[in-house]
Antibody, heavy 123, light 111 residues
Framework: EVQLVESGGGLVQPGGSLRLSCAAS????????MSWVRQAPGKGLEWVSS????????SYADSVKGRFTISRDNSKNTLYLQMNSLTAEDTAVYFC????????????????WGQGTLVTVSS | QSVLTQPPSVSGAPGQRVTISCTGS?????????VHWYQQLPGTAPKLLIY???NRPSGVPDRFSGSKSGTSASLAITGLQAEDEAEYYC???????????FGTGTKVTVL
């Protein structure tokens, strides 16, 4: 059974940093592209960032480019999201999601989702 | 703001058929990029409902169906059930943004 468990969320002050983790199990982590998707309170879904299964360059939404960094440790079956220069607009539940295959592209979608971790940016 | 537009809400009585539209543009749906649909029950994570315009993952009832034409896509729910009450989102890829985009979301209410 595919399982994705996010952690690392919490309360952070504006301008601060936070690192999210997503522990994966039930599948061969290195052979799947992974993504982060967020949802602000009472709002819709917003794609944040994606990383292919092996090699390749990560991709980011314009709203987080230059501030967020996605990475993965295939030896630990874990996906990360380093978030810097946080603002109130980054307040959201952050979901980790698995793609249907190793590569990203225009056909890709979010096959399996974790339960999310809440990030609150406030002073 | 979302690139794909959905109606804020749709409703129907049990057993009825409802449809949810997802309107995009020439850089996403109109460019031929696949459309996918997700169901989000209150307080839970989204769940994949339809992928590749009209394909259902294993375990999704055949009451759910998807279609696409031009710059728009649709999700249909036939034989509406109380358990279908949820938020539904469409998703595609946008060539201009070089990223994935979601619809604005539609709340389905079972009367």
């Amino acid at each position: 059974e595919v399982q994705l468990v996010e952690s690392g969320g919490g309360l952070v002050q504006p301008g601060g940093s936070l690192r999210l983790s997503c522990a994966a199990s039930g599948f061969t982590f290195s052979t799947y592209a992974m993504s982060w998707v967020r949802q602000a309170p009472g709002k819709g879904l917003e794609w944040v960032s994606s990383f292919s299964g092996s090699g390749g360059s990560p991709s980011y939404a314009d709203s987080v480019k230059g501030r967020f960094t996605i990475s993965r440790d295939n030896s630990k079956n874990t996906l990360y999201l380093q978030m810097n220069s946080l603002t109130a607009e980054d307040t959201a539940v952050y979901f980790c999601a698995r793609a249907p295959g190793q590569h990203l592209g225009d056909l890709s979608f979010f096959h399996y989702w974790g339960q999310g971790t809440l990030v609150t940016v406030s002073s | 703001q979302s690139v794909l537009t959905q109606p804020p809400s749709v409703s129907g009585a049990p057993g009825q058929r409802v449809t949810i539209s997802c309107t995009g543009s020439s850089s996403n749906i109109g460019a031929g990029h696949d459309v996918h649909w997700y169901q989000q029950l209150p307080g839970t994570a989204p769940k994949l409902l339809i992928y590749g315009d009209s394909n259902r993952p294993s375990g999704v009832p055949d009451r759910f169906s998807g279609s696409k034409s031009g710059t728009s896509a649709s999700l249909a729910i036939t034989g509406l059930q109380a358990e279908d009450e949820a938020e539904y989102y469409c998703q595609s890829y946008d060539s201009s943004l070089s990223g994935y985009v979601f619809g604005t979301g539609t709340k389905v209410t079972v009367l």
